[in-house]
């Protein structure tokens, strides 16, 4: 994948669209990255902590039953068995090392399903630095095992109850306190969005994935699966496992929930530091968007896969809830892997389209495991 | 009927050049009873009104003004309907809007400066449009003689600040703090510093804005400043319910400790 150009743009899309006060952070934030990101020492240091704390490499399981019901070869990509649950600590783990060096005392972040907010928590704790996560009143209600994870770690949890309550609302809270709290904080954001170079940076934190998946293929059939999918809210854990199946043949495929779907009902707009697709009315308000899964709750999608669409090298494909929920279960029962409801969108667009996937060899990005959506789960299948 | 609007710079050079110093209300455009809070403000003595067209997102905006964006969001009042009401203002001052870039962005850049100048609309002020990002804006608005107004923050390097002082039409709005709209007990140090720091670079108007929210502190962040910006303690009364007549005579209290000094 190629790096953003000097305004942070991928194709026409991205840049650094945040209030003044903050760009001198986000500058510091781009020097600090481009020097540690090539410095020998900054690097060993991260993968000693993805090794030895986060679990790293996390395995590639070839699903034997799941394969036999589906009608082709589906291979797993684990990300699910990391530290806290999901690939979100691969960008953490970067990130808090970075603003320690940067010389930052406290951690903000937002959260949706509450992966994020744990895994920024527990690395704050990890390096002792305080932390404070906003979450989206709804998503506080719907993930409650998240929220007393979150502060068992010793995060503080700040509900954010303006506009839809939800993953979009605690951005624009985390923002605000950045904005307050620059000189002594870090604002570590959890997807491939925001203003540069969070897009670039988060991506390149999660290119372990694809690195790892491109190998681990490699080992397991001897050359490239057919098919790369992940499910995408902002589009970090797809963009992680795409870096390593970008240059091959392999066709990508982003799969967004009905309700969330940028790509599709989306035109271009600008919010949150990025311009990239986003699902707003005709006037430029910005739309809310509804999903089962609260991870996914996002309205919009990060820029380099609006660009990635745009240019054609990766499709997005779009799910209902009821396919999620079917999902869910298919995998539990076949495999006996509970995902979590983000990736069980990139599983139901592979049953739906079993048809056309047959013969081929897909790659999953199981980008976390389904213990926070037990409860929620539980309510439905009863 | 499009009429040549009054330039901001210019209203705000003729205050300052008569020994003054200039005050900038803001009002959220749209909230019920805001036409009437404009023509108070401008009678109370404001130099330039700063009209807000609220946008679902506002992330320099503290809880006071969210509030009044959301109102007025609720009532599916659009941009456009708020341009097209203050068509006809005959206030005796010059406008300004402040909105986020994705309104401006979704309108149109052309189409919208084109809607600012039929609106007689001198001015326009983006929070979330640094100047890294504002060409193709400043580009479009300039077209049409519209000021884009710049903001430095108490974070902004001596280099930008020489740079966007540079570009700044209008004037200079100086955010007064680290942080979001909203009123604060007291004033902070950092407004006055930047207020000075921006005074070295130019001497185009100054104005503080952020943070200011009393006659008193007005008249403090003055000292240094060419003015100040006043809004959350501005829509605040109209949140209350207090109506525009109370928004004239708050204008009033802080034009007239800014007579003061």
Redesign the interface.
């Known amino acids: 994948m190629t790096d953003p150009s000097s ?1 942070g743009r991928f194709g026409s899309f991205g ?11 986000c500058e510091a934030l781009e020097d600090a990255f481009r020097t540690a990101w090539v410095d020998i020492s900054f690097r060993e240091e991260l993968n000693t902590l993805l090794a030895d704390y986060a679990g790293r490499p996390s395995p590639l399981t070839q699903c034997e039953r799941l394969s036999e019901e589906l009608g082709y070869q589906v291979l797993l990509k684990r990300e699910d068995l990391n530290h806290t649950g999901s690939h979100k600590i691969n960008n953490v783990l970067g990130q808090a090392l970075l603003a320690k060096k940067m010389g930052k005392k406290r951690l903000v972040a937002e959260t949706g399903a509450g992966q994020h907010g744990v895994a920024t928590a527990t690395a704050a704790a990890l390096f002792g630095m305080s932390c404070v996560v906003y979450m989206g009143e709804v998503d506080i209600e719907r993930q409650a095992l998240n929220v007393f994870r979150m502060r068992l770690l010793g995060a503080e949890v700040i509900s954010a109850t ?2 839809s309550k939800t993953l ?2 605690a951005i ?1 809270e985390a ?2 306190d950045w ?5 002594d904080s870090h604002y570590c954001l959890g997807s491939v969005m925001g203003p540069h170079p969070y897009p670039w940076m988060v991506r390149e934190f999660h290119r372990v994935i694809g690195q790892e998946a491109y190998e681990q293929c490699q080992k397991a059939l001897g050359r490239d699966p057919d098919v790369v999918t992940a499910c995408v809210g902002g589009g970090s854990n797809a963009l992680g496992i795409f870096s390593g199946f970008v240059d091959t043949d392999a066709e990508l495929v982003g799969v967004e929930p009905a309700g969330g779907a940028a790509v599709f009902r989306g ?7 990025s ?1 990239s697709y ?1 699902m ?1 009315d ?5 739309l809310e968007a509804e999903s089962i899964s609260a991870g996914l709750d996002y309205p919009g999608i990060g820029p380099e896969h609006a660009h990635l669409a745009d240019i054609g090298r990766a499709r997005y494909e779009k799910v209902s809830d009821s396919e999620v929920v079917d999902a869910f279960q298919l995998l539990s029962r076949t495999e006996g892997i509970i995902p979590a409801l983000e990736p069980a969108h990139a599983l139901a667009w592979m049953s739906r389209a079993r048809r056309e996937l047959s013969g081929k060899t897909v790659l999953l990005n199981l980008s976390g495991r389904g213990d926070k959506d037990a409860t929620q789960m539980m309510e439905l299948l009863g | 009927m499009s009429k040549s609007p009054l330039r901001i710079e210019e209203s705000l050079r003729k205050r300052i050049g008569g020994g003054g110093k200039c005050l900038v209300p803001y009002i959220t455009g749209g909230f019920e009873g805001y036409v009437e809070a404009i023509y108070a403000a401008a009678e109370a003595g404001a130099d330039a009104i700063e009209i807000g067209i609220p ?6 905006d ?1 809880p006071t003004i ?1 509030k009044a964006n ?1 109102v007025v ?1 609720a009532q599916k009042i ?3 309907d708020i341009l097209q009401e203050i068509r006809d203002l005959d206030i005796g001052i010059p406008l300004a809007v402040m909105t ?8 149109g850049l052309e189409r919208f400066a084109n809607a600012l100048s039929e609106s007689g609309i001198s001015g326009a002020i983006l ?7 504002a060409g193709a804006w400043v580009d479009a608005a300039s077209a049409n003689g519209t000021e884009t107004i ?8 001596d280099e ?1 600040l020489e740079a ?1 002082c540079g570009q700044s039409k209008g004037f200079v709005y100086a ?1 007064g703090l ?3 709209t909203g009123v604060r007990a007291e004033l902070a140090r950092s407004a006055v510093v930047i207020a000075g720091r921006c005074k070295a670079f130019t001497d185009k108007p100054v104005l503080v804005g952020v943070g200011i929210g009393t006659p008193e502190q007005a008249k403090e962040v003055s000292e240094v400043a060419d003015g100040c910006i006043v809004g959350s303690a501005i829509v605040q009364k109209l949140l209350d319910g207090e109506g525009p007549e109370s928004v004239g005579t708050f204008v009033a209290a802080i034009r007239s400790a800014l007579d003061e000094s």
């Not at chain 1, 035109?267 to 530091?273: D, E």
């Not at chain 2, 946008?55 to 320099?60: A, G, H, L």
């Not at chain 2, 986020?100 to 309108?107: D, L, Q, T």
């Open positions: 305004d840049g650094m669209f945040v209030p003044e006060t903050l760009i001198p952070a303006s506009g979009k609302d624009n923002m605000r904005v307050a709290t620059v000189e035109t271009p707009g600008v919010v949150h530091g311009l986003l707003q005709e006037w430029g308000q910005v | 946008f679902s997102d506002p992330v320099m503290g969210q959301d969001l659009s941009p456009l986020y870039y994705n309104i401006v962005y979704r309108f929070p979330d449009l640094p100047l890294n990002e710049l903001l430095a923050a108490p974070t902004t390097t930008r966007l955010v680290l942080g979001i």
